[in-house]
């Protein structure tokens, strides 16, 4: 754990700073991954409607796990506390979107809403927890697209389920690598 002096202001900056450095991967990994999962899924229906392909999201925690556990960065040697309930939530929210796939290809229910509203709120919370102004704009979009995944149906819920990902999973991804690049070379500059 780190010293217990510090603020916390400075824990919400230092816990930022490590989310950044150490998430964005995860995020990048997952959302790409359901990305081309959905694109299958996608096409699929669109040449037969009638088909079991929601049964392909079976793959996703398997080929993504897979994934995740290769490119996983190091442990962080003193993350924060707020930086460890953070990292729990991020496993709970993975946990909830497997139990959505594995439930959608059985049960008739908006999975594809629950996955983006799940996705959106813990892009929230990430936002305003670590006082993370770039998350912000994510999350509404996934709170929008959550909404418009309610009006459609078919191969267009999983379209718009794509730009829900994208929202929610792959922008917040790209901006915490940005952001710990330029943390780095501040770092490696001083």
Known sequence: ????????????????????????????????????????????????????????????????????????????????????????????????????????CYFSYPSYFIVILVLAMWCGVSAFMLDYPRLKGPCIGGFAMAAAILNVSGAAAVAVFIAGIIATLVIPGYIMRSDARKEKMADSAK
């Open 1 to 104: 754990m780190t010293d217990k002096t510090l603020t916390f202001d400075e824990e919400v900056r230092l816990t930022r700073r490590q989310v950044a450095s150490v998430e964005h991967l995860a995020l990048l990994i997952w959302g790409w991954t359901t990305i081309a999962i959905a694109l299958a899924i996608f096409a699929l229906m669109l040449i037969d409607d009638m088909g079991k392909w929601q049964l392909l999201w079976l793959a996703l925690p398997l080929i993504a796990g897979t994934l995740h556990v290769k490119f996983q960065k190091p442990a962080l040697p003193d993350p924060t506390s707020l930086y460890l309930m953070l990292s729990s939530v991020s496993r709970m929210v993975i946990s909830v979107i497997f139990v959505c796939a594995v439930a959608g």
